[in-house]
């Protein structure tokens, strides 16, 4: 299992960010996948998590209707579209398998993360 986040960087407030997850070793449709965020001194925070068809998605408060998931099931991407962008919205974001799930973040399988930082 290999999960490698990209397409973070600097964005305005207001502005928009395309996270991707390329995922590997695994038969990606089977899981259901998740994004999760990390502040500096903060906790790790659940953000979203899609179904395996891409059919059921789930977001935390604080970014419903500005952030959507999705995923290509073809190319084994997950995907996280940031809009109206706040700045406390900074943070690296994580991609996992599973629902709510951190269960690859951490470890080996899990990638380095991608980081957002929202400032004017």
């Known amino acids: 299992v290999q999960l490698v986040e990209s397409g973070g960087g600097l964005a305005q407030p207001g502005g928009s960010l395309r996270l991707s997850c390329a995922a590997s070793g695994f038969r990606f449709i089977s899981y259901y996948m998740s994004w999760f965020r990390q502040a500096p001194g903060k906790e790790l925070e659940w953000v979203s998590s899609i179904d395996g068809n891409g059919n059921v998605a789930n977001y935390t408060d604080s970014v419903k209707g500005r952030f959507t998931i999705s995923r290509d099931n073809i190319e084994s991407t997950l995907y996280l579209q940031l809009d109206s962008l706040k700045t406390e919205d900074s943070a690296k974001y994580y991609c996992?398998?599973?629902?709510?799930?951190?269960?690859?973040?951490?470890?080996?399988?899990g990638g380095q993360g991608t980081q957002v930082t929202v400032t004017s």
């Open positions: 996992t398998r599973g629902w709510k799930s951190k269960m690859d973040i951490g470890t080996p399988r």
